[in-house]
């Protein structure tokens, strides 16, 4: 078994692809995924699993920071505003979003 799971582990993406597979209703796996696409220049694309990991868990505070992220590489500071503002009382994302509105 090990060695069929070798190739997920080549790098973030294959990883957390993999894992997607075995737990596509996964809110973290969702959020994680459009995170490694953001890294990667693919907001449109990040914007698909950030929406599924909020339709998944709504309460899943993480996930507003990083639609606020991938808002503004889309340049709508409107609504990335809004939502960075939410962030700020989540205890994991409240710094990046100060950071970020300033």
């Not at 693919?42 to 698909?48: G, H, I, P, S, V």
Request: glycine letters at 4%; a neutral charge; proline letters at 3%.
């Amino acid at each position: 078994r090990t060695r069929v799971r070798i190739p997920d582990w080549m790098d973030d993406r294959t990883l957390f692809h993999a894992i997607h597979r075995a737990c596509p209703n996964s809110a973290k796996t969702n959020n994680q995924l459009g995170s490694i696409l953001m890294n990667e220049g693919e907001a449109a694309k990040a914007m698909l699993f950030f929406e599924r990991s909020r339709e998944i868990d709504p309460d899943f505070c993480d996930v507003d920071y990083a639609i606020a992220n991938a808002k503004a590489s889309l340049s709508d500071f409107g609504i990335a505003v809004k939502l960075y503002r939410r962030s700020l009382f989540c205890t994991y994302t409240s710094n990046g979003a100060f950071t970020n509105m300033q």
